[in-house]
């Protein structure tokens, strides 16, 4: 049974950071794409970053793009997300989630199992 579990959200001010994990099982780590969504209130999942199965390519939305980084340890089967200079427009449930194959998509059906989420939330 595949198994995506987020880990490392939590409540800052701007300008803070975080560091999110996806902890995978029920399937071999290192053939896959992932991808890191996010879900504001009131508004559609939105794909944040994705990254290939190697970690030679990835992509970031536009409003991330020099705050957040996407990246994997294929040898410890480990998804992480460093998150910086956070503003509230960042505060959204953070998901992780398996694409299809090796090459990253960036739509949502695209991506057969999620995670949970692990709660991120900017406020002074």
């Known amino acids: 049974q595949e198994k995506l579990v987020e880990s490392g959200g939590g409540l800052v001010q701007p300008g803070g950071s975080l560091k999110l994990s996806c902890a995978p099982s029920?399937?071999?780590?290192?053939?896959?794409?992932m991808g890191w969504f996010r879900r504001a209130p009131g508004k559609a999942s939105e794909l944040v970053a994705a990254?290939?199965?190697?970690?030679?390519?990835?992509y970031y939305t536009d409003a991330v793009k020099g705050r957040f980084t996407i990246s994997r340890d294929n040898e410890l089967d480990t998804l992480n997300h460093e998150i910086n200079d956070l503003r509230p427009q960042d505060t959204a449930l953070y998901s992780c989630?398996?694409?299809?194959?090796?090459?990253?998509?960036?739509?949502?059906?695209?991506?057969?199992?999620w995670g949970q989420g692990t709660q991120v939330t900017i406020t002074s």
């Open positions: 989630a398996k694409s299809g194959g090796p090459r990253f998509s960036l739509t949502p059906h695209s991506y057969g199992s």
């Open positions: 029920g399937f071999n780590f290192d053939i896959y794409a």
């Open positions: 990254i290939s199965s190697n970690g030679d390519s990835s």
